[in-house]
């Protein structure tokens, strides 16, 4: 054994990892034994990952001269892995090829509704300690938590590391923070590097809508500039600080209001009002409510509100032909034919299933039905009742309609400077045509006559 330990050295290397038998003469399998060469190890101490295999080689082959053997392996640690941040929405603002409906459609703003899920938070692991040849633990690296935070409008759930929407808008990712923003800016006039827009919010355009583009929003959409012949739709209300130059084909729809300075040559659809600064030239205007041209004129095209009509001069001097009727709307009366004819198909189907039923009822009494019948039964059954039920539908929104299209009550047109001829009044069914000058003047239905008063 003392001549073994002369000529053979124990070397600790990768920081207490490995262990190597260092040879400096030649042995042959008969000159060693395991009981020694264990000793060599415990004695420095080395009782973990011991290569038993490379061991038994050594006593089975010898050693050459001068060449070293790894006897001991320790176990690595297994570091922890990072936490991580699993998106559920997609932050890519530019649109695939397939995507483009034309060449204006350029990006698509990452949106979210609220309630929806934004972001999941993966934690990081702790990982596995190792062990040196010593015995002793090597400590891993615990993996590092992903440092991000609710912001505007965002919850974070502890229950499940979850990030949730609060309001519907634009996701931002910030490197500390997520947040939904209501309100999409466009720091100029819309051109091929916005394209179109279509978001959850509202749009705030800080210039102008030029020709042939297309601005969607649930929400608001404000325009500090001028709208061309463009398409503009939000589910709130429009707002545009100059005006519209509409060139006969711009297009307007709002659930709400649509505010402007002027309006010319364009087509307007209010769930509300429509209010003009200045004036409304040969334009389609339709108001549920109100239509309020506050120190302009209304002059050509057709005008059409469910409460009132107010401007300065409505007409020209030169008799430009101008349309103007109060109450019900082509739109209204165009859901109102749709209700009749479903109301008339529904009522058909009914007595068809009627008929229907009534026949199998009679054939179960005199004999029983076969399988099949049995199931036409039941089917005749649940389609009469959902039949029943869509009639009923049909025939409340018909009648709310006829609420609607009978109140004339309250409707009026108001002419604070010119009422010019050749203006055409229609109220519902009821039409008048100017044929001269009146001022400061108030038109409305009484008894079925369509009356004009001073104001």
Not at 128 to 133: D, K, P
Not at 222 to 244: C, D, F, K, M, R
């Amino acid at each position: 054994m003392e001549a073994l330990q002369n000529t053979i050295s124990v070397e600790i290397t990768k920081g207490a990892m490995e262990a190597d038998f260092c040879f400096k003469e030649a042995y042959g399998p008969e000159m060693l034994n395991i009981e020694d060469l264990k000793k060599l190890l415990v004695d420095k101490g080395i009782v973990f990952g011991i290569q038993e295999n490379v061991l038994n080689d050594l006593l089975l082959n010898g050693t050459d001269e001068n060449k070293s053997y790894t006897v001991a392996v320790g176990k690595d640690p297994e570091n922890g892995a990072d936490g991580s941040i699993h998106f559920y929405h997609e932050q890519s603002i530019y649109m695939e090829l397939e995507e483009k409906r034309t060449f204006r459609d350029v990006i698509k703003i990452p949106s979210v509704m609220i309630n929806d899920k934004i972001a999941k938070i993966i934690p990081p692991t702790e990982g596995m300690a190792g062990t040196n040849i010593y015995g002793k633990p090597v400590k891993q690296k615990v993996g590092k938590p992903v440092k991000i935070k609710a912001g505007k409008n965002v919850d974070f759930s502890q229950s499940d590391n979850t990030f949730y929407a609060r309001a519907d808008g634009q996701l931002s990712i910030g490197e500390k923070s997520i947040h939904v923003q209501p309100n999409f800016e466009v720091n100029g006039d819309l051109s091929l590097k916005t394209g179109n827009l279509d978001f959850v919010g509202s749009i705030t355009i800080r210039g102008n809508v030029p020709t042939g583009y297309s601005v969607k929003a649930q929400g608001d959409i404000t325009v500090h500039g001028l709208v061309e012949s463009a398409y503009l739709e939000a589910g709130g209300s429009i707002y545009i600080s100059e005006g519209i130059s509409g060139m006969k084909k711009a297009t307007l729809i709002a659930s709400l209001d649509v505010k402007a300075a002027y309006v010319n040559q364009a087509i307007i659809e209010a769930g509300r009002d429509i209010i003009v600064k200045n004036s409304i030239l040969h334009s389609h205007c339709v108001a549920q409510e109100n239509i309020f041209c506050q120190s302009g004129n209304i002059i050509g095209g057709m005008s059409s509100a469910g409460k009132m009509i107010e401007a300065k001069d409505i007409g020209n001097n030169m008799n430009t032909n101008t349309d103007l009727s109060f109450g019900i709307n082509n739109k209204v009366k165009a859901r109102e034919k749709e209700l009749y004819a479903r109301k008339k198909e529904q009522t058909e189907n009914i007595s068809k299933l009627r008929q229907l039923g009534n026949s199998l009822m009679v054939k179960e009494k005199s004999s029983s039905l076969s399988t099949k019948e049995r199931i036409l039964l039941l089917k005749q059954r649940n389609m009469l009742e959902k039949t029943i039920k869509q009639l009923e539908e049909i025939e409340e929104e018909l009648g709310e309609l006829q609420v609607t299209i009978g109140n004339l009550e309250g409707m009026k047109l108001v002419a604070k400077g010119v009422l010019h001829p050749n203006v055409h009044i229609t109220f519902d069914k009821y039409t008048k045509s100017i044929t001269t000058n009146y001022h400061f003047t108030q038109v409305y239905l009484k008894d079925s006559e369509i009356e004009i008063h001073s104001l």
